[in-house]
């Protein structure tokens, strides 16, 4: 009886010491994916931010050039942000805005969107999505050109009623076989807009829009 029960006991401390160390796998696997993820997302908004506003359209430096955007449900954010101002002989010509569209088909899909100081699109590139691969993925530039029909835009153009898919009397193109991720997108960068509209004054002199007075307040 006696072996018996330190079998069991035995049986039972392997498995604990088993458990534990497969819980500390997987916590420590999960950690550093997560790491990576985040390393490959900045790295994608480092390309995306010259793409949107080339270097040849500001003098200073833009990667450093940053503010801090509190959450807002116009831009999507649910935690502190980070923006960015580019300047020509210190003047603005543009903010690059974080945004997340949380409509997506397969999840978050996460942009940057620069506008004018006049509130017109200066482009829109996505950093991080989970798309179906072949439908929703063309949102992405080295996919297809849809991303970039946004350019030029503002609230004026479309009309704000007009921002939206064709197929539900919208301006802009969905794709064949997937509407939801082009819809999302679509809502996002059309509520950016609003966003810079309500803190224009604020984004273009590189103050955090939540401790300056709107425009309109």
């Known amino acids: 009886m006696a072996a018996i029960t330190h079998s069991i006991l035995r049986s039972a401390l392997g498995l604990g010491l088993f458990a534990v160390f497969t819980a500390g796998t997987i916590a420590v696997t999960q950690v550093v994916t997560e790491e990576r993820i985040e390393q490959q997302v900045r790295k994608a908004e480092a390309a995306a931010l010259f793409e949107i506003i080339p270097e040849a359209m500001h003098d200073n430096d833009l990667l450093s050039s940053t503010l801090t955007l509190s959450p807002d449900p116009l831009l999507g954010i649910r935690e502190p942000a980070q923006a ?3 300047k ?31 509130g017109e699109v200066l482009g829109v590139r996505v950093t991080s999505h989970r798309e179906t691969p072949g439908l929703g993925d063309k949102i992405e530039l080295k996919k297809s050109d849809w991303i970039t029909t946004f350019e030029g835009k503002s609230l004026g153009d479309p009309e704000p009623d007009n921002w939206a898919v064709k197929k539900d009397g919208g301006a802009f193109d969905q794709f064949t076989g997937a509407t939801i991720t082009p819809r999302a997108v679509v809502g996002a960068v059309r509520d950016a807009l609003r966003y810079f509209e309500d803190n224009r004054q604020a984004l273009l002199a590189g103050n955090t829009p939540d401790t300056a007075p709107r425009q309109g307040d």
């Open 84 to 86: 960015w101002l580019a």
């Open 88 to 118: 020509q002989d210190d003047e603005p010509v543009g903010v690059i805005l974080p945004v997340v569209a949380h409509n997506g088909y397969s999840g978050d899909i996460r942009l940057l969107v620069g506008v004018a100081p006049d």
